[in-house]
């Protein structure tokens, strides 16, 4: 039913990457050309005996091209910081050990080429194509004759774990038939080796990101020796499963009691946290166990319920910090907490991880990154009034961890963050286990794939998450019967669905629409989701606020003060201009009847604060007892929040008045309340993310 198509199965550090570079521009429009060819003719690849069947599953790298607002987004990055880091950042620069130099030889060359490769060939753009290929060409043609690859000074097995993911990415993308028997030489390798060598570290903690590769390849090869390196894996790494099922990590972590490196600290480490939501899932495939099934829901329940944020994330500054929203969490968490949903999704076919996966995506994904994506910030908060060089409430970071910058704080965010946009983008759409096509997530993008041999392309036009309104248009090469799955948000209320003007019966918030018919050219599925307002209550009786999978956040005037310039690349501080400090009037017998929607145009860059598309205006009124503590937002007053005209603060501070504030999408916000009180004795009805 699933097939793939797969071809049979290297002076001064300037100019030897100019050397290099000139070799492979010869094969570079060959390659684009070959790229666009293999892209329309493959299918997914679907799951091998013995392994369980996935729900649904990835299409090949560039199957999904991004169109509209997330197109300008994906270029937007690549003439940013991704486009450029290699020429400006010397721990990815051609002196990297990556490339055969004498620089950094660990995780930063294949993280930033984790983000590179998918976004070189969803713009299929020539010159991101060009900084592609002098890192695969290394890579492949200095395999050792054992089979090991990378520098030789390395002997951690994490940072080839990501190497692995950039290959299978650069195979699907060009077909190059070096990939994988470079791949079943390395895994042998690796099999004969762990016994004498086994994972620590980082390495055991992030087993699963490995185990992803080896079910790709195994779908490929259906090597049995496979099967046995992946239970070598599980059996030497973390196992996150019992760790959540009897989940001890239920505080802010208090890093001065907890030992550098030791089975503590890396279990409660932010970035292995989100790289372990996709471990059970991953091993489910093997054990067909239930129990590993919903192993992904309850780790995210685990971490919303005692660390969970209003803007869909974990606190992690860099240990799980608590429920506060001043705490902060680290980018790389976020990119990495989106591909494990991105891979769980596929496999468990959830819909709630694709509420899940927009949330992150459409919200603290941009809000991290300026909105020219040229600087980023290490940790981000929901409550975050000033990004100023301070020492803060954070479990152990550093005092530039909020900093817009080239390197706040640490530089694996600085190698990790260009992943997040286009592994989303290839991710929109997968295959369905049943010979069909299924939407997982929306964002303006056309789909060229193969389904039961027949050629099929899909075009979705949309201003969503910003509007409530989706259009497909179907083309089938012929005629052509399969099921098309459409994820309906669980947020929505009284979605509709049409097909060619036909109203489609009981489309259930929280589930797929399945529709399965005969597609002919032509052929278009209008929907419309419906977008209320939801009241969610937070930390200390607060409370935030959402319409579809947006999170939106008092806008908060900026002041943007430079720190210091490298190369094009700026460190910034801002400081606010407007008050922050304000509790929400809010209806308890109707909470969305609060708030009024005015829509705006959706610019190039809709996650820009001067061009807001949707904004909320609501009354408020500031409370003056709410103040900073170490240079952030104290935690919000406990709610709901009086104030009387005999208060002893009323004594000493004027009585504020009521005011009309305009909330705005979390991800325009740089400055921003998230999580705010209320005002008056009652609560609002409200319910919990």
Request: aromatic fraction near 10%.
């Amino acid at each position: 039913m699933i097939r793939s198509i797969c071809l049979a199965s290297n002076t001064p550090r300037i100019g030897r990457f100019l050397r290099v570079t000139s070799m492979i521009f010869v094969f570079l429009k060959a390659s684009i050309a070959e790229s666009a060819a293999l892209s329309a003719e493959n299918e997914a690849v679907g799951n091998q005996p013995p392994l369980m069947e996935s729900s649904f599953y990835r299409l090949p790298l560039a199957s999904v091209k991004p169109t509209g607002w997330l197109l300008d987004e994906l270029r937007i990055q690549a003439d940013g910081l991704t486009g450029h880091l290699g020429e400006i950042w010397p721990d990815v620069g051609p002196n990297s050990a990556w490339l055969g130099g004498k620089g950094e030889g660990w995780e930063r060359g294949p993280y930033y080429l984790d983000g590179l490769v998918p976004l070189a060939y969803l713009l299929d753009d020539p010159r991101l194509i060009a900084k592609v290929k002098p890192w695969i060409e290394w890579t492949l043609g200095h395999q050792r004759p054992d089979g090991s690859i990378g520098p030789e000074r390395n002997h951690d097995w994490w940072p080839i774990m990501v190497m692995l993911k950039v290959l299978t990415q650069y195979e699907e993308a060009t077909g190059d038939p070096r990939v994988i028997p470079a791949l079943e030489r390395y895994f042998a390798y690796q099999a004969r080796t762990m016994p004498d060598q086994p994972l620590k570290d980082w390495a055991r903690f992030r087993w699963q990101d490995e185990m992803a590769s080896v079910v790709w390849l195994y779908n490929r090869t259906k090597d049995p020796m496979l099967l046995e390196l992946a239970h070598q894996l599980r059996a030497q790494g973390f196992d996150w499963q019992a760790s959540s099922e009897n989940f001890a990590f239920k505080d802010k972590t208090l890093a001065a009691n907890i030992v550098r490196m030791s089975d503590i600290h890396l279990a409660v480490h932010g970035v292995n946290n989100a790289m372990g939501l996709k471990a059970a899932a991953l091993w489910y495939l093997i054990s067909k166990d239930s129990r590993d099934r919903s192993g992904t829901a309850r780790m995210l329940a685990m971490l919303d319920k005692y660390h969970g944020l209003p803007n869909g994330m974990f606190s992690a500054d860099e240990l799980l910090a608590g429920r506060n929203p001043s705490q902060g969490t680290e980018l790389c968490a976020v990119v990495e907490t989106m591909f494990s949903l991105e891979v769980d999704l596929g496999i468990v076919g959830d819909p709630a991880l694709g509420d899940r996966l927009e949330k992150i995506a459409f919200n603290p994904l941009p809000a991290a990154q300026t909105a020219d994506e040229w600087s980023h910030q290490y940790d981000q908060q929901p409550n975050q009034v000033q990004c100023s060089l301070s020492r803060r409430c954070w479990v152990n970071n550093g005092a530039e961890s909020n900093l817009f910058g080239l390197e706040p704080n640490f530089g694996c965010c600085t190698a990790n963050l260009h992943q997040g946009w286009p592994k989303f983008t290839a991710s929109l759409w997968m295959a369905s286990r049943d010979g069909g096509l299924a939407v997982a997530a929306y964002a303006p993008s056309v789909v060229h794939t193969m389904v039961k041999g027949v050629g099929l392309t899909v075009e979705e036009t949309t201003e969503y998450p910003f509007r409530d309104k989706i259009s497909l248009a179907i083309s089938p090469s012929t005629a052509l019967r399969f099921p098309l799955y459409l994820r309906i948000p669980a947020w929505t209320n009284g979605p509709m669905v049409m097909v060619n003007g036909q109203v489609q019966e009981e489309v259930n918030p929280g589930s797929y629409e399945r529709i399965d018919r005969e597609w002919r050219k032509g052929d278009r599925v209008e929907i419309t989701f419906p977008m209320p307002i939801h009241v969610l209550a937070g930390f200390n009786g607060s409370v935030s606020v959402e319409r579809g999978p947006l999170v939106f956040a008092l806008g908060i005037g900026e002041s943007w003060r430079k720190l210091r310039q490298v190369g094009p690349v700026s460190d910034w501080e801002v400081f606010p201009t407007t008050p922050w400090n304000y509790g929400l009037h809010i209806d308890p017998s109707n909470p969305a009847a609060s708030f009024d929607v005015e829509d705006a145009p959706v610019a190039r860059q809709p996650f820009d604060e001067k061009f807001p598309p949707v904004i909320l205006r609501v009354k408020a009124r500031r409370l003056p007892q709410w103040v900073m503590v170490d240079d952030s937002a104290g935690p919000p007053p406990a709610s709901p929040v009086t104030q009387q005209p005999n208060d002893s603060m009323d004594k000493m501070l004027h009585h504020p008045e009521d005011e009309t504030v305009t909330l705005i999408p979390y991800g325009a916000a740089r400055l921003r309340i998230t999580s705010f009180p209320i005002l008056g004795k009652d609560q609002p009805q409200t319910h919990n993310q």
